[in-house]
């Protein structure tokens, strides 16, 4: 930490006018969203000198904001923006208006911000960073929000589409203790309304992959990854598929365009440019694709893990390769599905196919990976992994000199529990044990598992507490939360989900199948709920909860659970019972939905849900 005192000598000042942003909050709109978006978008980035590389313009900023100066360091590039920092009463701005493409039905708001404080308290918000769009709030940052280097923020503004509007973050600092509020690496993009929509009545969720290959071969660290992919897929949509879309996940964690996920030399389409923060990739089809019809593409693949321990990053010698490869987006009666990434929760949303991956590497490098693998020799030094999985969501894998240990659960399951330098046996067997009986329980309980085998790595550096993909778990050394990531495997891996859109219907679910595999009943849960608004509900986007991130986990896993032993209580124990496992085999490999759960919960009981949804603020 750094008191912006002691170093404000040394930053470079930018003035850029004395009442700067006086009018920002106000947005100027040049028309309707409803009638610009009848016209045709042009995929951009919208925001101008977003790493602040290239001066001061067009941004307006209180004095000193924009710097290249000592102190702070910049995300990327040599410059940033530093609001606030100084130890007393102090008011920062920085603003630039902005203007998103008539016509573009998507736009994604996204910076990377770093927080350090001087504040010791951990439940008063003293000093507060403020980003808004025209007169909107779109969320708030404070001394609570402080953490080690910079962390990613998407926020979803589609709703300005087609207008020009005042995009200002304001840091407000009190009389006590610093906060420096560090952003950098801005970008506002907008895409979407370029693609043929389907008809209303067309809820088939196309295009269907019917398998993915990929041959991939690392360096000698496991970090970097190239290679080649492959993808078939076919239309089961009345409406002709005109073009398709790449979810490139993981360019999100990059700085747009310096991406870590490079496609190249595709063939079956013509590739656009990159949007959504360079997470889509627009491919137009050389014919339309009619009902019944197939397509395939392939591409080069580059992959370069970044540094971080992370669901797709670098703990010293370990790379974790989560959401890496590139996967077919979703249409539905909704259009595309091109959702902002977001580090706050899941934004994946895909359909059920098969994976055939062959990973190239070095023999003192262990692989785990989605599926069931077979090692054989490579090259010299070098062994080759060759994964296979059957009706999974994405692919995901590991690398690195891991300590493994193994065991079958009792109903047979094969587990393997890799573990980072640093996590002692005792760790690994009792992650081991905890594994056996997660798994036995949660198929008891919803059908049985699937995926051959299950993988769970476990390193005590990652941030976010673990993460799920078919047949592999990232985790801590928890009993609960490795019990969790392995209820993922029914709720999100066998019962998909839109994530993005709704959240809840993994998380919450997920949750309540921790509680009964550990043999809580959730008594009372239900009556410490306490809402922050009016707009607050259980199964709001991830839009609402990237704007309210502090509420995210309260209500999605900690109401959302307590919803679930509320229905429980509400329709008896064999009714839910009977209902969680009769829906799970009804949706096995497919896509659920709210509304769809409401009507299966219904069904399964003769009391009127209507009022208990209302309640519990469950909508669909």
Known sequence: MSNRLRVLATRAVAVL????????????????????????????????????????????SSSGVITGGGGQSPHGGTSYAWLDGYGSAHTDTLGQTVTLPAGCTSATLSFWLHVDTAETSSTTAYDKLTAKLGGTTLATYSNLDAATGYLKKSIDVSAYAGQTVSLSFTGVEDSGLQ????????????????????????????????????????????????????????????????????????????ACPTTPVTVSNLTGGTAGALTVNCTALKVTLPAPLAQGQSGSLGFDLTIAVPTG?????????????????PVLAVRDAAGWHLDPYTNNGESFYTLASDYTVTLDHPTALLVPATGTSVDTPGSTGRTVTKATARNVREFAWAAGPFSKTSGTSAAGTAINVYSVSGIGSADAQSMLTTAKSAVDAHAARFGAYPYGELDAVIDNNFWFGGMEYP??????????????????????????????????????????????????????????????????????????????????????????????????????????????????????????????????????????????????????
């Open 179 to 254: 906060t420096s509020f560090v952003l950098d690496d801005l970008a506002l993009d907008a895409s979407g309304g370029t693609t043929t929509p389907p008809p209303t009545t067309d809820g088939t969720r196309t295009p269907a992959p019917a398998g993915y290959t990929v041959s991939l071969s690392s360096d000698a660290s496991g970090a970097t990854w190239t290679g080649h992919q492959s993808i078939a897929f076919g239309n089961p949509s009345a409406t002709p598929l005109t073009e398709v879309y790449l979810r490139l996940w993981d360019n999100a964690h990059g």
């Open 471 to 620: 047949g592999f778990v990232l985790d801590l050394v928890s009993t609960t939360a490795l019990t969790h990531e392995i209820g993922h495997q029914w709720w999100y891996g066998i019962v998909g989900d839109d994530e993005y859109t709704n959240p809840w219907l993994d998380e919450a679910f997920t949750d309540y199948a921790t509680d009964l595999a550990l043999g809580k009943t959730g008594t009372n849960c239900w009556s410490s709920t306490s809402w922050a608004s009016s707009a607050e509900r259980i199964s709001n986007s991830m839009a609402y909860w990237d704007a309210n991130p502090s509420r995210y986990s309260t209500v999605v896993y900690g109401y959302g659970k307590c919803a679930l032993h509320d229905l429980r209580r509400t329709i008896g124990d064999g009714a839910m019972t009977t209902l969680l496992h009769d829906y799970a085999a009804a949706h096995r490999y497919g896509i659920s939905t709210t509304a769809e759960f409401k009507a299966a919960a219904q069904a399964a009981t003769t009391v009127d849900l209507a009022p208990f949804w209302a309640q519990h603020r469950i909508d669909g």
């Open 309 to 325: 321990a992370d669901r797709f990053g670098r703990d010293g010698a370990f790379a974790f390769v989560g959401n890496a490869l």
């Open 17 to 60: 006018g004395t009442t700067v942003l006086a009018a920002v909050g106000a947005a100027t709109a040049t028309g309707p969203a409803s009638a610009a978006q009848a016209a045709t978008c042009a995929p951009a980035q919208v925001l101008v000198n977003g790493g602040f590389e290239s001066g001061s313009s067009p941004w307006t």
